[in-house]
């Protein structure tokens, strides 16, 4: 005869081994990197008072935390035959802004204008527009695609249109991300 556990001391136990972990806190090394087992610190940067010799720290190098903070925006690399297959369509996307620059369409003309360019529903444009220079179209990013393929646009400040088409960014968007602190 098997006997079952009720449901809820089952769930206390499942509870306990939860909030006790699995492993030794002892089995850390960065546990045991100081006297006082406060744990490893870093190593401080040239202009910080420096530790004692022998003293164990985990170094730091601002470039690296730098590549790593902006990995975000990292494109998905694309074969040759990736970005042949959607030329055709980046060419569309810079006349479609040309056209677009020399008036003053709002967002959803925009979209629905870029979405025709791209085979896309204009809910599938990514569109980022910035402050508007002047009565015409001006600061406007666009983009969209499928799979890791992106095509994407943009109308500078001054006027100049650019389409290319890239690879979607490692946080899976089209568009990189604005970033900044």
């Known amino acids: 005869m098997r006997r079952h556990l009720p449901r809820a001391a089952a769930g206390a136990a499942l509870l306990a081994a939860l909030v006790t972990g699995c492993a030794e806190p002892s089995a850390d090394p960065r546990a045991a990197a100081t006297p006082s087992g406060e744990g490893m610190r870093f190593c401080p940067s040239p202009p910080e008072p420096q530790l004692p010799p022998g003293t164990a720290c985990i170094p730091q190098d601002p470039a690296s935390k730098y590549r790593e903070n902006h990995a975000y925006r990292q494109e998905m690399e694309l074969t040759e035959q990736e970005r042949a297959g959607e030329q055709q369509k980046a060419d569309r996307l810079g006349t479609v802004l040309r056209e677009l620059a020399t008036g003053s369409p709002g967002e959803t ?71 900044g602190h």
Do not use: F, W
């Open 109 to 179: 003309e925009v979209r629905a204008a870029v979405a025709a360019a791209l085979g896309l529903k204009p809910n599938d444009v990514e569109y980022r527009a910035g402050a508007q220079a002047g009565p015409t179209l001006r600061n406007l990013a666009v983009a969209g695609g499928t799979g890791k393929v992106c095509v994407k646009g943009q109308v500078t400040d001054s006027g100049t249109v650019t389409a290319e088409v890239s690879g979607r960014t490692m946080d899976g968007t089209c568009l990189p991300g604005l970033g």
